[in-house]
């Protein structure tokens, strides 16, 4: 059964440093890019950072470039994302995403997510 399961977030003031985690299970973890998007309330679900598979390229949204910091451990099937210096309008529900690079539309999946809320 295939699980992506998010954990780290949590209350954080402002230009402090939080870590999210994204535990992945039932996939061939290197065949997969993988994604951190958020969605905060009353707004899309936007694609903040992402890390290519075999590649292991990266890309930032810009309001979180220079900040935030994806990458990945194939070994523990782990994705994470640094938050450095969050704002209070980085506060949303960051979610996990796994899309099989193998092909052009590749399967995809996501997680249940995790609060991330920034204030003082």
């Known amino acids: 059964q295939l699980q992506l399961v998010e954990s780290g977030g949590g209350l954080v003031q402002p230009g402090g440093s939080l870590r999210l985690s994204c535990a992945a299970s039932?996939?061939?973890?290197?065949?997969?890019?993988m994604s951190w998007y958020r969605q905060a309330p009353g707004k899309e679900r936007e694609l903040v950072a992402t890390?290519?598979?075999?590649?292991?390229?990266?890309n930032y949204a810009d309001s979180v470039k220079g900040r935030f910091f994806i990458w990945r451990d194939d070994v523990e099937s782990t994705v994470y994302l640094r938050m450095n210096s969050p704002k209070p309008q980085d506060t949303a529900v960051y979610h996990c995403?796994?899309?099989?690079?193998?092909?052009?539309?590749?399967?995809?999946?996501w997680g249940q997510g995790t609060q991330v809320t920034v204030s003082p």
């Open positions: 995403h796994a899309r099989d690079a193998r092909a052009i539309s590749g399967a995809v999946y």
């Open positions: 039932g996939l061939t973890f290197t065949d997969y890019s």
């Open positions: 890390i290519d598979a075999f590649s292991y390229r990266t």
